[in-house]
């Protein structure tokens, strides 16, 4: 969400270019963290690094050019990026699905039918997303950047359902 926001606001993308060396840096300092070189992160702490690692690293692309955007804003990344969520939502059904009609079987991989399978699964997997993604997503994408975004106005009063009078004046 962080990387969304600073590239919808002028100031905060503009304030991130000048600082892009050292959130370089510290992008570097969260890898070696991670990787455990100088100092390893308590694994409660881990997922939380691994999360602002991503998210510089979307963010990234848009304050530079270079090798680094190039390669991350190709056609054929945007595209896999594109069918990556229902791909994950459809990997494991038609997973479990696959294995359970041809082998008869909770999904495994210890014969080549099972790598014949797994491979079917990819195929029919990446299939369904690319369906989805044109028939069913473009159409929700398309209303969306119909619609036109625009600040909330600080004058206007918001109710919170249950609340008592007075609890969201502020």
Same mark, same amino acid.
């Given at each position: $969400?962080?990387?969304? $926001?600073?590239?919808?606001?002028?100031?905060?993308?503009?304030?991130? *270019?000048?600082?892009?060396?050292?959130?370089?840096?510290?992008?570097?300092?969260?890898?070696?963290?991670?990787?455990?070189?100088?100092?390893?992160?308590?694994? =409660? !702490?881990? #997922? +939380?690094?691994?999360?602002?690692?991503?998210?510089?690293?979307?963010?990234?692309?848009?304050? +530079?050019?270079?090798? #680094?955007?190039?390669?991350? +804003?190709?056609?054929? !990344?945007?595209?896999?990026?594109?069918?990556?969520?229902?791909?994950? $939502?459809?990997?494991?059904?038609?997973?479990?699905? $696959?294995?359970?009609?041809?082998?008869?079987?909770?999904?495994?991989?210890?014969?080549?039918?099972?790598?014949?399978?797994? =491979?079917?699964?990819?195929?029919?997997?990446?299939?369904?997303? =690319?369906?989805?993604?044109?028939?069913?997503?473009?159409?929700? *994408? *398309?209303?969306? *950047?119909?619609?036109?975004?625009?600040?909330?106005?600080? +004058?206007?009063?918001?109710?919170? !359902?249950?609340?008592?009078?007075?609890?969201?004046?502020?």
């Amino acid at each position: $969400m962080m990387p969304a $926001m600073a590239v919808r606001n002028p100031d905060t993308l503009a304030l991130a *270019r000048r600082w892009r060396r050292w959130l370089d840096l510290l992008a570097l300092l969260l890898v070696v963290t991670l990787t455990g070189v100088i100092w390893r992160a308590p694994w =409660t !702490i881990q #997922y +939380s690094f691994v999360a602002a690692g991503c998210a510089y690293a979307i963010l990234r692309i848009y304050i +530079s050019d270079g090798l #680094y955007r190039r390669l991350l +804003s190709g056609k054929w !990344i945007v595209s896999a990026g594109l069918v990556s969520y229902p791909l994950y $939502m459809y990997h494991q059904a038609v997973n479990g699905l $696959m294995h359970g009609f041809v082998a008869g079987q909770v999904p495994t991989l210890v014969s080549w039918r099972d790598l014949g399978i797994a =491979t079917a699964v990819v195929f029919v997997s990446v299939g369904l997303a =690319t369906i989805s993604t044109v028939y069913f997503e473009s159409f929700f *994408r *398309r209303l969306g *950047r119909k619609l036109k975004y625009a600040p909330a106005d600080p +004058s206007k009063k918001v109710s919170v !359902i249950g609340a008592s009078p007075g609890a969201a004046t502020g």
